[in-house]
């Protein structure tokens, strides 16, 4: 399994940003799509957004859809997810999590093979 470190949550006021970076361990991520997924407490996994292996394919949920870019860079061996006008309601740990194969794009956490330990985002009013 391709090992996965999220970074860059923390505490946000709504209408602010941050940007989570999720760092692979093997170059074999470049063959990977890779997506995000949230989960608030007493809530169920769900998913945020996803990418593909050439970078060119993007899925969002709707509701992250304008506010959320997801991007990779293979140099780096890094996905990104930048996170605008956040709300409340976005409050949530974020995971990251790699799928070896890379199309189509999957919405469903199980279909997902690495993931990363989380990192919390929180967004007050």
């Known amino acids: 399994q391709v090992q996965l470190v999220e970074s860059g949550g923390g505490l946000v006021q709504a209408g602010g940003s941050l940007k989570l970076s999720c760092a692979a361990s093997?170059?074999?991520?470049?063959?990977?799509?890779m997506g995000w997924f949230r989960q608030a407490p007493g809530k169920d996994r769900e998913f945020v957004a996803a990418?593909?292996?050439?970078?060119?394919?993007?899925d969002y949920a709707d509701a992250v859809k304008g506010r959320f870019t997801i991007s990779r860079d293979v140099v780096k061996v890094t996905v990104f997810l930048q996170m605008n006008d956040l709300k409340p309601d976005d409050t949530a740990v974020y995971y990251c999590?790699?799928?070896?194969?890379?199309?189509?794009?999957?919405?469903?956490?199980?279909?997902?093979?690495?993931w990363g330990q989380g990192t919390q985002v929180t967004v007050s009013s």
């Open positions: 999590a790699a799928r070896r194969r890379s199309f189509p794009l999957s919405t469903q956490w199980t279909s997902y093979d690495s």
């Open positions: 093997e170059r074999a991520f470049s063959t990977f799509a």
């Open positions: 990418i593909d292996s050439s970078g060119r394919r993007k």
